[in-house]
């Protein structure tokens, strides 16, 4: 099996989609930003504040250079900027989660916890900077993704569904 490697938004469904997968597929998962937490012994959040985004992003590239060369039959979910990392495609098959920047934040805000998966997310703190951010990112997924699922309105586990369906053809 080739690695799937799920890129996308902030907050559009990355790690809840992969917890799908999981449950229905012998794919086992690993998420970047997790990774990144257990290397540092740090939340993202504090990687942000105490040591800046640029050492963040060396610390994805660290990540793309491990998963390149030692990972197989893996899903890897990512952080929204790891699409950045120049080795990406060599990582696996590329899936993009996509879904209009509102509809992304609304999910969000009816969350129960919706302050708190705002904050630990340093990029999401200013919407106008981040629809921006969006409208910059998103003609950059688009071109990378070898599949692309549209999540809005379907639940993760359609999405997981959809995801495994179309990803055989890459297998
Ligand atoms: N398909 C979905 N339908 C409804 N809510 C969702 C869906 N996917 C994700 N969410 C919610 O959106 C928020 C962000 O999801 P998450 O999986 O953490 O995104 P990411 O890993 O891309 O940052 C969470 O509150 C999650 O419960
Ligand atoms: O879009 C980005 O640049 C980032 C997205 C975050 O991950 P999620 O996409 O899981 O929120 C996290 O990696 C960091 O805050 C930076």
């Known amino acids: 099996m080739k690695n799937i490697i799920l890129i996308g938004f902030m907050g559009v469904g990355k790690g809840s989609v992969a917890r799908e997968v999981i449950k229905h597929s ?7 930003d997790d990774l990144i937490e257990s290397m540092e ?3 993202v959040k504090e990687i942000f504040e105490e040591d800046g985004e640029a050492y963040f992003r060396k610390l994805e590239l660290n990540v793309a250079r491990w998963l390149e060369s030692s990972v197989k039959n893996t899903l890897i979910s990512t952080g929204g900027g790891f699409y950045k990392q120049k080795s990406l495609k060599k990582i696996g098959t590329v899936v993009l989660l996509d879904s209009p ?3 992304i934040i609304k999910r969000i805000k009816t969350h129960p916890n919706a302050a708190r998966k705002i904050k630990k997310r340093p990029l999401l703190n200013d919407l ?4 921006e951010l969006y409208k910059e990112r998103r ?4 071109a990378l993704a070898d599949i692309v699922i549209d999540v809005t309105k379907k639940s993760a586990l359609e999405c997981s569904k959809e995801l495994l369906k179309k990803v055989k053809k890459y297998a």
Do not use: R, S
């Open 139 to 142: 003609p950059e997924y688009l």
């Open 26 to 32: 012998d794919y086992i998962a690993i998420d970047t």
């Open 41 to 43: 012994n740090k939340k």
């Open 101 to 103: 920047f509102d509809a």
């Open 128 to 131: 106008e900077k981040a629809k």
